[in-house]
């Protein structure tokens, strides 16, 4: 397969690469080579290299970042999704959207599963959102996935955040009651890659398996880099206040995923384990 994939230089884009790279042929596309938001440049770029597929990675991802650029946010992951799926459709070929669980509100005391009605409550979830609704409006052959809590090489994460912040400190204070699935952007990107050799399009949840608190995964982290001998304080979302809102609840059900027959990734520690060792 020719797969184009755009924000390959981050997080999830450099893993798929690396994953797709040795039974495909791979395009890799960064902000240099053109932005998702100058429809004539990206028709252009995309024409002209004939992709099997598209797997759009490029987001503006800075969650409280977008509370203060609403416009931008909204410019790359609403229109510029846009665009990326009128090309797809101009193409007559399918696109892996790349979303999040910031789209629900986190209200609910269950794992989401894929239907679950979405109600955002940050302006990157909105904008996210605003994604998906463009891709589902422009086409039929797509496969949006929703994750959370990514980690993994070429990106700011947590696990990295973690490591650096116990350099300089003993005493750590983290965020308690906001749960989620911590998801190893190596185990996605191997997910993604079964799933684009099938044509069962829609929405799917993909993440590690197992749920934890930000605590929770704090003291994983430490246990795993042999640091057990730091404090972590357990802190309310109120006591840490961030700009942009975060739902408490944003455990994803791999459901579909799950029910057409596929493997579901590993447990979230074993993936921590993995990508400290390999640091």
């Known amino acids: 397969m020719n797969i184009l994939?755009?924000?390959?230089?981050?997080?999830?884009?450099?893993?798929?690469f690396k994953i797709l790279s040795p039974l495909?042929?791979?395009?890799?596309?960064g902000i240099d080579d053109f932005d998702i938001t100058d429809f004539e440049?990206?028709?252009?770029?995309?024409?002209?290299?004939?992709?099997?597929?598209?797997?759009?990675?490029?987001?503006?991802?800075?969650?409280d970042g977008c509370?203060?650029?609403?416009?931008?946010?909204?410019?790359?992951?609403?229109?510029?999704?846009?665009?990326i799926a009128i090309i797809c459709k101009q193409l007559d070929i399918p696109i892996v959207q790349i979303s999040t669980d910031y789209v629900f509100d986190g209200r609910k005391d269950k794992p989401y599963l894929e239907d679950d009605p979405v109600n955002p409550l940050s302006i990157y979830g909105k904008?996210?959102?605003?994604?998906?609704?463009?891709?589902?409006?422009?086409?039929?052959?797509f496969y949006i996935v929703r994750t959370s809590w990514l980690f993994g090489e070429n990106g700011k994460n947590f696990v990295d955040t973690i490591l650096k912040i116990t350099k300089e400190k003993d005493e750590l204070r983290v965020v308690n009651d906001q749960s989620g699935?911590?998801?190893?952007?190596?185990?996605?990107?191997k997910?993604?890659?079964?799933?684009?050799?099938?044509?069962?399009?829609?929405?799917y949840h993909i993440t590690n398996q197992g749920n934890c608190s930000w605590y929770e995964f704090t003291k994983v982290i430490l246990d795993a880099a042999n640091m057990k001998n730091k404090t972590v304080i357990p802190v309310t979302t109120?006591?840490?206040?961030?700009?942009?809102?975060?739902?408490?609840?944003?455990?994803?059900?791999?459901?579909?995923?799950?029910?057409?027959?596929?493997?579901?990734?590993?447990?979230?520690k074993e993936a921590v384990e993995e990508y400290i060792t390999l640091k």
């Open 41 to 63: 440049k990206a028709s252009a770029f995309i024409a002209a290299r004939k992709p099997d597929i598209i797997i759009n990675c490029a987001a503006y991802t800075d969650v």
């Open 5 to 16: 994939i755009t924000g390959a230089k981050g997080i999830l884009g450099s893993a798929l």
């Open 191 to 203: 997910a993604i890659s079964e799933l684009i050799k099938t044509t069962r399009y829609g929405i």
């Open 24 to 29: 495909n042929n791979v395009i890799p596309c």
């Open 67 to 83: 509370e203060q650029n609403i416009e931008q946010a909204f410019l790359v992951n609403g229109k510029g999704t846009e665009n």
């Open 181 to 189: 699935s911590p998801t190893y952007a190596v185990d996605l990107a």
């Open 238 to 268: 109120d006591e840490f206040p961030r700009p942009a809102p975060r739902p408490k609840n944003s455990i994803l059900e791999n459901r579909l995923f799950k029910s057409i027959g596929f493997n579901l990734p590993r447990h979230y």
């Open 127 to 141: 904008s996210k959102l605003a994604g998906e609704e463009a891709v589902q409006k422009t086409l039929e052959k």
